[in-house]
Nanobody, 121 residues
């Protein structure tokens, strides 16, 4: 009923930039907090950044000053602008959202399928 689809990943050189997008679709009544997480090979999934429905943001220390999270509530879309990328940013990036379903009238936690970001020369 509700789906999150990420796009925008790829291969980039150190110091480069990428912009990730996450589009929410389906029978949605409301979207509350949204966020980006990442998981590198052999490591646990970690928080990258979150944003509330009102626009308040929170970032992991490792990405502060380099990444910017934003959202377009009219389009139900989340973004992550990643600048000054480093090899240690290499991971699968996942979109997460707290969504009130129109059909269920329940708030549930949804995840996208992930998009690969590789930073390498």
């Amino acid at each position: 009923q509700v789906q999150l689809v990420e796009s925008g990943g790829g291969l980039v050189q150190p110091g480069g930039s990428l912009r990730l997008s996450c589009a929410a679709s389906g029978r949605i009544r409301a979207i509350y907090a949204m966020g980006w997480y990442r998981q590198a090979p052999g490591k646990q999934r970690e928080l990258v950044a979150t944003i509330t429905s009102g626009g308040s943001t929170n970032y992991a220390d490792s990405v502060k000053g380099r990444f910017t999270i934003s959202r377009d509530n009219a389009k139900n879309t989340l973004y992550l602008q990643m600048n000054s990328l480093k090899p240690e940013d290499t991971a699968v990036y996942y979109c997460n959202a707290d969504i009130l379903g129109r059909a269920t009238m329940r708030r549930e936690d949804y995840w996208g399928q992930g998009t690969q970001v590789t930073v390498s020369s």
